[in-house]
């Protein structure tokens, strides 16, 4: 290889280049399918879990921007694939984590989670409640936390609109809900969800773990547990 670029430097740039959709490298959850270096050209194909993901772009341009800082590379070119059925499959197992059960109890719901929950609740509909989230989630961001929002009124759901996704769909990967990133929060809605669908659809997934402040915005009384399992978290916390 006439170039000296080696393929473990092209992999340790890529280490840094995270899915924005749950917030793991894309070499830790084996997205990076293969590497094929040409001279000072370096080919990179990455896959997808979904085709037509809307963040294919940002994924694209910061694979193509890590691999040009490698010394002695000059080109790159970045091949955006789709994940088969299998791949998904472990894909989805990584993001759960080992031992995970449909029936096992969230790691946010366990005695030792280090995020905290915030519920903005009311006995009556048109007081705030949805606008007081949305800044506060903002505002907790801004400090520098990680940060998640669950919607969870089921008729009067607005979080969509005040943060100007309500016409975007989250991803669902092997039965896991990747929450909407936007302004660095990840939300959940069950404005995503209708018509016809339930609560527990928030309920049984991971990506929801490295919020270190979790805030539901919710009717009183509402039970925060059917929101928190199936989810896309990540499992690292912290501020």
Not at 79 to 95: C, H, N, P, W, Y
Not at 152 to 178: C, Q
Not at 201 to 208: E, K, P, Y
């Given at each position: 290889?006439?170039?000296?670029?080696?393929?473990?430097?092209i992999l340790d740039a890529l280490k840094?280049?995270?899915?924005?959709?749950?917030?793991?490298?894309?070499?830790?959850?084996?997205?990076?399918?293969?590497?094929?270096?040409?001279?000072?050209?370096?080919?990179?194909?990455?896959?997808?879990?979904?085709?037509?993901?809307?963040?294919?772009?940002?994924?694209?341009?910061?694979?193509?921007?890590?691999?040009?800082?490698?010394?002695?590379?000059?080109?790159?070119?970045?091949?955006?694939?789709?994940?088969?059925?299998?791949?998904?499959?472990?894909?989805?197992?990584?993001?759960?984590?080992?031992?995970?059960?449909?029936?096992?109890?969230?790691?946010?719901?366990?005695?030792?989670?280090?995020?905290?929950?915030?519920?903005?609740?009311?006995?009556?509909?048109?007081?705030?409640?949805?606008?007081?989230?949305?800044?506060?989630?903002?505002?907790?961001?801004?400090?520098?936390?990680?940060?998640?929002?669950?919607?969870?009124?089921?008729?009067?759901?607005?979080?969509?609109?005040?943060?100007?996704?309500?016409?975007?769909?989250?991803?669902?990967?092997?039965?896991?809900?990747?929450?909407?990133?936007?302004?660095?929060?990840?939300?959940?809605?069950?404005?995503?969800?209708?018509?016809?669908?339930?609560?527990?659809?928030?309920?049984?997934?991971?990506?929801?773990?490295?919020?270190?402040?979790?805030?539901?915005?919710?009717?009183?009384?509402?039970?925060?547990?059917?929101?928190?399992?199936?989810?896309?978290?990540?499992?690292?916390?912290?501020?």
């Amino acid at each position: 290889m006439s170039s000296g670029v080696a393929r473990e430097a092209i992999l340790d740039a890529l280490k840094d280049v995270q899915d924005p959709e749950v917030q793991r490298s894309i070499v830790e959850m084996d997205m990076v399918k293969s590497i094929e270096i040409k001279g000072t050209t370096v080919h990179v194909e990455v896959l997808l879990t979904i085709r037509g993901c809307p963040l294919r772009t940002v994924i694209e341009d910061q694979v193509r921007e890590a691999v040009l800082r490698v010394e002695g590379v000059t080109d790159v070119n970045v091949v955006i694939g789709t994940m088969s059925d299998e791949e998904r499959q472990r894909f989805a197992a990584k993001l759960k984590g080992p031992d995970a059960t449909a029936q096992q109890t969230p790691d946010l719901l366990k005695p030792d989670t280090l995020t905290e929950f915030v519920a903005i609740a009311s006995g009556k509909g048109g007081v705030g409640k949805s606008t007081v989230t949305a800044n506060l989630a903002v505002a907790l961001g801004r400090l520098g936390y990680r940060v998640g929002v669950i919607d969870a009124d089921i008729y009067g759901f607005s979080l969509p609109n005040l943060f100007g996704v309500a016409d975007v769909k989250p991803a669902v990967v092997e039965n896991v809900v990747m929450p909407v990133q936007v302004k660095g929060i990840k939300l959940v809605s069950m404005q995503f969800f209708c018509p016809g669908q339930s609560s527990d659809h928030l309920a049984r997934s991971d990506a929801w773990q490295d919020a270190a402040k979790l805030l539901s915005r919710s009717p009183l009384g509402y039970a925060r547990r059917s929101a928190l399992g199936s989810s896309a978290w990540d499992r690292r916390h912290g501020a």
